[in-house]
C-alpha cells in the first residue's frame, strides 16, 4: 500500500560551504535545511528556515502527526485534564465558576465515564446528542445553561489545539419556555414568616435562628436581590432607611429603602461577626449561599407552599411585580433590581403589556372629553 506522504529533508550547501562535497543528507553545517514531496494530497519543495538537521527532523515529524504541511499536531490531554484546565483557566465570577464546575465535573464527566470516553478525540456529535437527552429531567432554561457550559468547554479545546473540530458547534440548544412570571401572594410570605417562628431553638444560633430566618425574608421581599448578595451584607450597607450593595451578577450599585420593621428585624439578626447580618467574613460566600438555599428549604415545607413556587429567585420577581404594579417605571425597576430595562421589560413583559393598554385608554378617555 503506498503511503499517503513522502517528505524527505536535504541540505542546500553554500557555495563556500567546506563540507559542499558531502552530499545531500550531510547533517553537520550550517547550510539551510529545505524539505520536498508531499502530504496529505500538497506538494512542497522550500527552506524550512532551519540549519539544525534534528530540529527539521522533529518539524516534519509533526507535520505527519498531524497529516498537513505547517501543523504541528499537540497531544491532547484526557477528557479530565482539559476539564481541569478549562476550570482553571475560567475567569469568571465566584458563582458563574460554581455553576460551571458543578455542569462539567458533576454532570459531563460521569457521562464521559458511563460511555468510555477518555480522549477528547472520541467525543462526537452523537455523543453529545445522547448527553442532551440525559438531561431531560432539568427544565429548559436550565438545559440549556449547562449545554451552553459545554459548548463553551469545547471552543476552549479548539483554540487550544486539543482538536480540529468541535463536535458541539451543530448541538443545538432548547429553547426556554415562555411561562408566566410567579409570585408569592401576601398570605404564602405570611406562612414563610410563621415558619421561621416555628424552627427549632436547638443548633448553632438557637433561638437566635428564628430572627435570622426573618430577617432574611424581610431583607429579600424588600430589596428583591439575590441570595449570593443578601447573604453577605455588611451591616454598614444599611443606613438612613435604605439598603446600599453592589450585584454580584452584574457588578450593579443599588440603593434601595426598606420599612421599618425589616430595618428592625435585621437589627435582631445574630451573626459570628459584628460587621455582617448573616455571615462571618472569613466563610467561602458560595459555602453561604448553599446554607441558606439548604435553610429555606425547610422554610418553604413548613409553609406548606406548592412545589412550583419553592424557589428564593420569586421573591426578586415579587418585588419588581409589586413595583410594576403599583406604578413604577421600568426604568425605576431596573435600577432598583441592577439590571438593564431591556431584561426587565424581556422578563416582565405581561405587566409591561398590561400598563401600556392602561395608559393608552386613559389617553383615550382624555382625547374623547376633548
Known sequence: MQNRFVLTLYRRHNDVCPHLLKGRRWTKCACPVWVQGSLGGESIRRALDLTSWTAASELIHSWEAAGEIGTRRTEAPSVNEAVARYIEACEVKPQTLCNTTHALKKLFLPFCDRKGLCRLRQIQLGDLLEYKK??????????RAKLEQVRAFFRFCQQSGWISLNPADALELPTPESAEIRTFE?????????????????????????????????????????????STRARKSVADGAVQFRTRKTGSTVWCPIPPHAIAALNESVSDSPDYYFWNGRQNPISAVKIWERTFVGVFAKAALPTDKRFLHLFRHTFATDLLTKGASLEDVATLLGNSVKVVEKHYAHLVLSRRRAIQERVRVLWASE
Do not use: C, Q, W
Not at 440525559?134 to 438545559?143: D, F, I, K, Q
Not at 398570605?187 to 432574611?216: H, Q
Open 134 to 143: 440525559s438531561l431531560t429531567h432539568y427544565a429548559a432554561t436550565t438545559r
Open 186 to 230: 401576601p398570605d404564602e410570605l405570611l406562612g414563610m414568616l410563621a415558619a421561621a417562628e416555628s424552627f427549632t431553638t436547638k443548633g448553632r444560633y438557637g433561638v437566635a435562628n428564628r430572627k435570622r430566618i426573618r430577617a432574611m425574608i424581610y431583607l429579600l421581599r424588600f430589596t428583591g436581590m439575590r441570595i449570593s448578595d443578601a
